[in-house]
């Protein structure tokens, strides 16, 4: 059994979906494990670091990927890379399919058996396979000191000889992940926190963690959440509502922090070039949903936007800033999900098409398309 871990197609994408931890527990299960050169370069890892943990280093994308029966991904390949892979070849991503049908059908069109990380259900069982909750995990944490670094101002209380200085008051939109993350790591820093979010169970999540909830609790509210504890879209009255409380917040924040998405659809809108424009000089707003289409008016993927001096950061791909981390996080995510494609005994894969995390997951198989969300029929 041939695993590949070949360069990111994106060569802005600096995280890797193995570490020389999890090459070695491959190598354990009796793979055989090839590296392209310079693959985990940006996470700070080296050739040397992987040969150490029993993988041997191939030279190019081609030569990395001819033979693989599993190839292990941060993202998506291009149908071009997806054709450098053998006929039945498995391949494990993140594979944003939303939006994306036709990159689906050319991974199909490739042969290639394509599954999607970020489709694994949130049961008990999966949880050291949800790739979306480490990765969101390490966003949350990161907005915060992106914010800090841009706030020149301090975020802690400080009483000093020449006087006080006030803590920041930071409010976070969205109390999923990556929104709680962010709350724990700005009460770290000692800001004064308060978090809004459409799910009921938000609300004890974030008194847990020191914060204040702040949200319009109506009956749409207590029914708002989903039965895998996703948020639904919310109506437009619900939204005029929420935006009418916020504002007045808003008005008041040195840092707004914006984490709202709900799965397949675009991220709300929850920010209003008024809200910005009513912040003090000097506020930060980070939008976290900046690459779902964003929760911020005004906010721009991979920018830093100054509006009425107040600064909008937009970085694309957060976790991909904290690089070496995630990919350390995803890398055992990934090997948590493919060790339950392999029979130990025969040292190959064996997978069980109606085992629920496959069925879940898998996109593609045999030339077509087969997640039904997507227009297929089932795997
Ligand atoms: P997400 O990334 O899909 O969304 C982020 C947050 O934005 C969510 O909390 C959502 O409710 C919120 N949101 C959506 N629309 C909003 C709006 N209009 N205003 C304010 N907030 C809005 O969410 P996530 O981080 O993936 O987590 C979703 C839920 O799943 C949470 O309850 C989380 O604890 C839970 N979860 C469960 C497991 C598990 O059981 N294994 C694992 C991870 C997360």
């Known amino acids: ?35 392209q050169a310079g693959a985990g370069e940006a996470s700070r890892i080296r050739d040397s670091d992987y040969a150490d943990a029993g993988a041997t ?24 890379d997806a054709k450098k892979m053998k006929a039945g070849a498995v391949v494990v991503a993140v594979m944003d ?21 970020e489709l694994m259900p ?26 800090a670094a841009e706030y020149d101002r301090a975020m802690p209380m400080m009483m000093t000889a020449a006087g006080t200085v006030t803590a920041a008051r930071v409010f976070v939109m969205g109390a999923g992940v990556a929104g709680l993350q962010a709350i724990a ?16 169970a938000a609300k004890e999540q974030v ?6 909830f702040i949200a319009v609790e109506d009956d749409e509210f207590k029914a708002a959440e989903t039965a895998g504890g996703y948020a639904k879209e919310m109506s437009k009255e619900y939204q005029a509502k929420q935006a009418e409380l916020v504002a007045d917040h808003i008005a008041k924040q040195d840092i707004v922090i914006t984490t709202a998405l709900i799965p397949g659809r675009p991220a709300p ?32 993927a991979g920018e830093v936007v100054v509006h009425k ?24 995510n990934l090997y948590a999900f493919v060790e339950t494609l392999i029979d130990k005994d025969k040292k190959a894969l064996a997978i069980d098409w109606d085992d629920q995390l496959v069925a879940a997951t898998v996109l593609t198989r045999e030339g077509k398309v087969v997640h039904p969300n997507f227009g297929g029929a089932a795997p």
């Not at 070695?24 to 055989?32: D, R, S």
């Not at 964003?294 to 906010?299: K, R, T």
């Open 97 to 117: 399919p939303y939006g994306n049908e036709a990159a689906l059908k050319g991974l199909a069109d490739a042969g290639v058996t394509a599954f999607a990380m």
């Open 57 to 80: 280093v191939a030279k190019t994308a081609d030569a990395t990927l001819k033979d693989a029966d599993v190839v292990l991904r941060v993202r998506r390949p291009s149908a071009a």
């Open 207 to 212: 008194a847990s963690l020191g914060a204040k």
């Open 309 to 332: 001096d107040v600064k909008i950061i937009g970085h694309d791909n957060v976790p991909g800033r904290v690089a070496a981390s995630a990919s350390g996080l995803y890398a055992r």
């Open 269 to 300: 809108k929850l920010v209003t070039r008024k809200m910005v424009e009513s912040m003090k000089p000097g506020s930060i707003v980070v939008d976290l949903a900046v690459e779902r289409g964003g929760n911020v008016e005004g906010s721009k």
């Open 185 to 200: 790591t700005a009460r770290r820093l000692g800001a004064v926190v308060t978090a809004t979010d459409v799910r009921p």
């Open 122 to 147: 949130r049961i008990t069982r999966a949880q050291s396979m949800d790739v979306l909750s480490s990765q969101a995990n390490l966003a949350g944490y990161r907005a915060v000191i992106d914010a």
């Open 1 to 35: 059994m041939k695993i590949a871990v070949a360069s990111e197609t994106d060569k802005t994408e600096p995280r890797v979906a193995a570490t020389p931890e999890t090459v070695k527990k491959f190598v354990g299960l009796g793979a055989q494990v090839a590296v």
